[in-house]
């Protein structure tokens, strides 16, 4: 199993940066593609970001392209998400999740195991 536990969210101006950290337990860490999502009041959860078990293959969406860097420590079991000039529009809960059963994926369905949430509020 996973255990996961976000931090770092916050409130933020527009054109600021956060930078989120989850820190994993659990044996499957080393081995599980870890993926970034998001829900903001009233609408879905939607993918962010994700990064593969060596880090070495990532995959944005295209609203964070070029914004938000994901990236993994696994000598620390750790998945930072560096999020630079945010927009309000980027306010949401910020989830960490682990799936130990495939790549890398936007797919919410496909992970097994998720943090309980950190918020991130940009003002403008």
């Known amino acids: 199993q996973v255990q996961l536990v976000e931090s770092g969210g916050g409130l933020v101006q527009a054109g600021g940066s956060l930078r989120l950290s989850c820190a994993a337990s659990g044996r499957l860490f080393s081995s599980s593609a870890m993926g970034w999502f998001r829900q903001a009041p009233g609408k879905e959860r939607e993918f962010v970001a994700t990064?593969?078990?060596?880090?070495?293959?990532?995959y944005y969406a295209d609203s964070v392209k070029g914004r938000f860097t994901i990236s993994r420590d696994n000598a620390k079991t750790t998945v930072y998400l560096e999020m630079n000039s945010l927009k309000p529009e980027d306010t949401a809960v910020y989830y960490c999740a682990a799936t130990p059963g495939y790549g890398i994926t936007s797919f919410d369905h496909r992970y097994d195991y998720w943090g309980q949430g950190t918020q991130v509020t940009v003002s403008s």
């Open positions: 990064i593969n078990w060596s880090g070495d293959h990532t």
